[in-house]
């Protein structure tokens, strides 16, 4: 199983990903976390500081989130924001 930062390992029986789930989450995951915990006037202003800030596509930005919120490493780093963003998506999939 490849976790949201590129790094392998196999999941365990409590959705903790091999020796990877004892390492903090990378600078980039953190990034992403802390630009989503962000207030945005509007979406070309979080697009915009997406390329500026992370160097990559909105869409790459958004495939990244969506891993990080089934990341267990995520989840202690900033709760807060994960639950909020589990809370939203679970939402939208009950929508459909």
Known sequence: MEGADGAEGTA???GTVGAGAERGLSSRDEAVLALER???PGPGAKERA???QLGISPTRYYQLLNA???DPRALAHDPVTVNRL???RDARRARR
């Open 38 to 40: 962000r207030s945005w």
């Open 68 to 70: 990080l919120l089934d």
């Open 50 to 52: 997406i390329r500026e």
């Open 86 to 88: 589990r809370r939203v």
């Open 12 to 14: 365990g029986a409590d």
